[in-house]
């Protein structure tokens, strides 16, 4: 057995000194004694002094290799100023076998010696990036925390296996990976792209996700790709990550418009509605499109996005060719609430050749001032046009202003069989009482063909909430009974 040489304490009293050649002669010595002077080395690593304890890491440094055991070993003592030093020195030496050890450091009880052991582990690098992915799943939160800023510190060499261990782990862990690669974010694009064509669609929606975030343009046409996936959660979150690249992703989107496919458009519509007044412009071309079905999808989504500087191009399509784009810009227009789209709207409400289940032009005035629009409603609800004035009923009943009450009653009589219903459902809407007696005049007079909706708006209106005023409770009492004051009348049930 080797005889230890004693340690010349001298030296460590150099390293004190203010004399800068003095300290760098001691250190110089030290570093020459080598592997003897490692224990003494470690030992002074819990000295108080942070310039005396950087000499210290600097000399074991530079020692290199034969210190590694010993500074392994030297993990278990107490003074966690010297654990955290000493997974400082292994980080700077780059010991890759310090990795397990240097991770198990990372649940220590102070903050000083996780952060330490995580920064070794950045400078340890590729041999320490299994473990630490490995680490990921460990139970404790700072060992998990600690793994991940070291996996992201390292940097693109950890891209490749980082993106392979995620479809092996578990939800929770994968959160990590993926974090981590966004973090890390170049040379990600590559292998996450990959993960897009993986058989189990929670490794895609997080290949998906994680794209979105990165944004980089190579990844749009596989995610515009995804938007035909056969996994509902898989093509949302596609649309959302396409939504994150505004304009870059306009070309693309463009390309699934042509393909004239229902789901991969209403896909496209979804993504062009999340990006914002950032699509308007592309909204706004493809309003020029000569697809009917496309001008449709971007009256829509315009409306959703609400940018006003679309208003005039609405406006002019509300004379679009194609009823559906005039109706689906009508509605985009009541969802701006501009003022100067009222004259245009009303103008819709009017257009005869317009069926009924094309309204939403009445739908789109009820976000407008009703005393505004009540007295233009109420007069076209003597139009020539069944369905003009079938959309005005609509439009009374929506905005259930009590004003619009008399008008309809009178509208009763309509010579049209499905005016009359919409009267009818109207006034159930707006629910003003007074309504009650002329309805139930209609059921003694046997007007068989408005019989059940008749009876089912009357029962409406009776099970609405009283006023709550002596007065109101008196009428209503009087309208249900038929006890007016020109007498008692018998009214069926």
Request: proline share 5%.
């Amino acid at each position: 057995m080797t005889e230890k040489r004693p340690v010349d304490t001298s030296l460590f009293e150099a390293l004190r000194s203010t004399d800068r050649d003095t300290r760098d002669s001691a250190a110089a010595a030290l570093v020459e004694a080598g592997k003897i002077v490692v224990p003494a080395l470690i030992e002074a690593l819990g000295d108080g002094n942070r310039d005396y304890r950087d000499l210290i890491v600097w000399v074991l440094v530079e020692i290199g290799k034969p210190a590694v055991r010993e500074l392994l070993a030297g993990f278990d003592t107490e003074s966690h100023v010297r654990r955290a030093a000493i997974a400082e020195t292994l980080g700077t030496i780059a010991a890759p076998q310090a990795a397990t050890r240097l991770i198990a450091a990372m649940k220590d009880e102070e903050s000083e010696v996780r952060e330490s052991a995580s920064w070794a582990l950045v400078r340890i690098g590729q041999s320490a990036i299994a473990p630490l992915i490995t680490a990921l799943a460990d139970p404790s939160r700072f060992v998990r925390k600690g793994a991940a800023w070291a996996l992201a510190g390292i940097g693109e060499p950890a891209v490749k296996q980082l993106a392979a261990a995620l479809p092996e782990r578990d939800a929770e862990v994968r959160s990590l990976l993926v974090d981590t690669l966004v973090q890390i974010r170049e040379g990600s694009t590559g292998p996450l792209v990959e993960l897009l064509a993986h058989d189990d669609p929670s490794v895609r929606q997080l290949a998906a996700g994680a794209l979105g975030r990165v944004n980089e343009p190579e990844a749009i046409e596989p995610l515009a790709a995804l938007l035909l996936d056969g996994d509902r959660a898989v093509r949302r979150t596609a649309i959302d990550a396409l939504a994150l690249f505004d304009r870059n992703a306009f070309e693309a989107l463009d390309s699934a418009l042509a393909q004239k496919d229902e789901e991969l458009r209403d896909a496209v519509m979804m993504t062009l509605g999340l990006m914002g007044r950032a699509a308007t412009s592309f909204l706004v071309e493809k309003l020029d499109s000569p697809e009917a079905d496309i001008r449709r999808r971007m009256a829509r989504t315009l409306g959703i996005i609400r940018d006003g500087s679309a208003l005039a191009r609405l406006i002019d399509a509300l004379t679009d060719p194609d009823i559906t784009v005039r109706d689906s810009a009508a509605w985009a227009l009541g969802e701006l609430q501009d003022p100067r789209s009222l004259g245009p709207l009303l103008a819709a409400l009017k257009d005869p050749s317009m069926p009924p289940q094309y309204s939403l032009s009445a739908w789109a005035l009820v976000k407008y001032n009703p005393d505004t629009v009540l007295p233009r409603v109420i007069e076209s609800l003597r139009d020539d046009s069944p369905w003009v004035r079938w959309r005005c009923a609509l439009t009374l009943g929506l905005l259930r202003d009590t004003r619009g009450v008399a008008p309809l009653t009178d509208a009763l009589g309509d010579p049209d069989l499905e005016v009359r219903r919409r009267v009818i459902a109207s006034l159930g809407e707006i629910g003003e009482r007074s309504a009650i007696e002329p309805l139930k005049r209609m059921l003694i007079e046997d007007v068989s063909d408005d019989w059940i909706l008749l009876k089912q708006t009357i029962s409406k209106i009776q099970n609405r909430r009283h006023s709550g005023s002596m007065q109101g409770v008196v009428a209503d009492y009087q309208i249900e009974t038929g006890n007016q004051s020109n007498g008692n009348q018998t009214v069926p049930h």
